[in-house]
């Protein structure tokens, strides 16, 4: 059986006047049925551009420039913009980030959805209004007629992200990428709309790429994690692998940086420096200079390897307490 | 929105009889009352005379009560030069500059909104640059002299169109109109054109930045990732959000047509308002004069009304939040 | 508070003024208008040195001289290089007299209602309340009709004059300043130092002048600027409307309304070099207040 998803060396850069920003460089991975994955990095890691390449969402001055994204076998990097618009919307979908932004402020909520149905179906209004109405009862929202009549600024932020989902399920896609749907929210509606989200999830079969910063909120989501650092996939593997034994220096600190109540009194692991310049990026190892495992060796390239039953970019690799 | 438009109503009142006020001081008491209501050649006891008849020798209260007396009755005095009542004369001329200010207004919406929306779609595109840098011109040239240009270029050199006048007119509906004849829209064409430049650069300076902005939003990358055609997004998504300021911005704008229109018309000799007036400042007909400021005073208040009530109605933020209000 | 916070900080090689001179000159179209500006006002400063005749001197004006064309030769001897206008004057000289006109009335105007409109603008913003609302109003009242309409109606009551010109424009644009001003002090006045300022236990005034002020002075400039433009432009409508400056005073909108009847018989000249001097003047300052706004604006900064 095909993966539904398979990313394969993917390099999307940006040709801005000051230089060429790797903003993905060589990123591979694949994605199965139903399986929830988990795309962690620091803002500028390159995670959400992974995200928009896939949909073929690249504005210039930035371009996928080699790399295979074959969905369902279909390899849709760089395809025509025909091509995707029947995809996007259909057999993929995504959420973004901020809902205050991602709905327009002068178009109703049924609008809005409807147009989403019309894209892709030859139905009629009737049907489609129905199919948005019940979409919206399935993401939990009540008295979805009401909200169907509303203005996006008529509804909270939590509400219009459920709407966001309710959206993204419409045509069943096969796959939807989530960037950060999260992230502007209050932490009790975060959790209710993560259980929405993997519900749904479950329900339909759908596959799910869940890209955020916050390893924690990806730990209890994912079936597989991949950390990305400055355009790389540093490590990946099964959450439960990746989160109880780390193995990329990068992974352990941030694992050691998300406070938790077992770990109460203890000081906060820091990683060190800052987030790197995506335009002057160390040669080998980007990461090497924030480190604490450098050595002479990381000024090499690291090429990928399978450790332990996971796919790591690391000369060191930590295997235990590198913690304690 | 009844509360909202009976606010807006009673504002309007204020402010309309705040400016009768300005006005009817400014020529009462800045200038000489006497030498404005009374024809220059007038002996001393026809000075006398009317003097008492306008009540000049009574406290000035007085007669601004009297003024707004006659105004509510729709009487702003005679003109010297006609003789008959000013405001009468006023709206005989209101029709052809409406008429041209329309025409203008069409011009810039029409020219406008397109070259602006190309514009912001393609910003780096050679014909994008021509275009912003030609309404950079537009806003920075006065009125007059491209008046002046236009005339040399298609009237005298070209012999294309008529420079001056307004060609034929018939009868529509219930007032006369030259945009129904061939030779009617061909004198009006120079003068729309004329007036409507500066509209143009800005009706494209407003679509092109509407467009940038909305273009980058979030809601529009979402419609993307919908699969909704470009089509689509451009007609429905971009265009709903930027022709709330472009609608409102040159709504505004029409009042401004009208007064600028005083340029236009003096220059290709149009038989409007504005015409009328220049005339009148230049024959000291005050009557006119004090007619005419009523008048516009009265246009104004009104468009920024309606342009409110339309702009509510355009945007749904808000339209809502007014019915909670 | 010690002595050190007190003293001034070391001198910097790059002063900000130098930064905001290099970043003007960045733009090759902002650097040329300002040439072609200061190059405009050097040559009406200098207008009486520097042309051949004192176009408004009748012992130096020949009637015989009256629509040559460009080029041609004036019977005193010299040439007519822009050609001469309908009483004999020689168009050269008849455009730098009318520059030094043009531009005293706009920079005059412009400065009496820079300095009543940002007083207006001050006082509004640090009063606050209800002379704030009150003036404010006002300020919006006026902003709803435009410019030139204000302009109009004023000497539509005041009558023709230098003096009443420089009254009606000031009137129409003092508004213009207030609004400015008033905005960028409601920014500023939310700062912490003003704050800081007024812990300090600075008098209300000193607040104004030395906080506050120093602050607007950058959108200040940039509306001075473009103001400016539209009162020379104003005027010049208006005169050519006839109902600006008299034939007394002949700035370019007077040039160019006398050379308007001679237009239809294609003497275009008379018209159009003056036009074309109005245009420059008015084009290049706006060019400059573009840029201006553009440099001196952080938040347009990319």
New interface residues.
Partial sequence: MTATLEVDGLCTHFFTHAGIVKAVDGVSFSVGKGEIMGLVGESGSGKSITGFSI?G?IDPPGRIVSGAIRFQGENIANALDQRL??????RI??I???PM????????IDT?MI??IL??EKVDRRTAWERSREALGLVGIPSPEERLHA?P??LSGGMRQRV?IA?AFLNKPDLIIADEPTTALDVTIQAQIIYEAQKLTRQTGTSMIWISHDLAVVAGLADRIAVMYAGRIVEQGMTDDVIDRPLHPYTIGLLGSVPSANKRGARLFQIEGMAPNMLALPPGCAFAPRCFAATPACSQEPAVQDVAGRQLRCFNPQVQEALS | MTVFIIRRLLQAAVVVMLMSVIVFFGVNVIGDPVYMLVSPDADQAEIAATISRLGLDRPIWEQYWLFLKGAAQGDLGNSFIFGEPALQLILQHMPATLELAFSALFLSIALGIPLGLYAGLYPDSRISKTVMAASILGFSLPTFWVGLMLIILFAVELGWLPSTGRGDTVKVLWFHTSLATWDGLQHVFLPALNLALLKISLAIRLTRAGVREAMGQDYVKFARAKGISTRRIISVHVMKNIMIPVVTVMGLEFGSLIGFSVVTESIFAWPGMGKLLIDAILQLDRPIVVAYLMIMVLFFVIINLLVDIIYSLLDPRVRLQDQGA | MSDATLTSPAPRVETPFRRFAAEFFESKIAAGALVMLLVIIVLAVLAPWITPQNPYDLSQVDVFDSRLPPGSDAFAGYTMWLGSDGSGRDLYSAILYGLRISLSVGVVSGLIALVIGMTIGLIAAYAGGRTENLIMRVVDLQLSFPASLVALMLVAILGKGVDKIILALVVAQWAYYARTVRATALVERRKEYVEAAKCLGLSKARIVFRHILPNCLAPLIVVGTVQTASAISLEATLSFLGVGLPQTEPSLGVLIANGFEYMLSGRYWISVFPGLALLATVVSINLVGDHLRDVLNPRLKK
Avoid: C, S, W
């Fill in positions: 949909l969402l618009q029947k995809l996007r919307g259909n979908a995504m973004f980030q901020d932004m991602t709905l327009n402020p002068v178009l109703r809005q147009e989403a894209a892709h203005y600024h008529q966001a959206i």
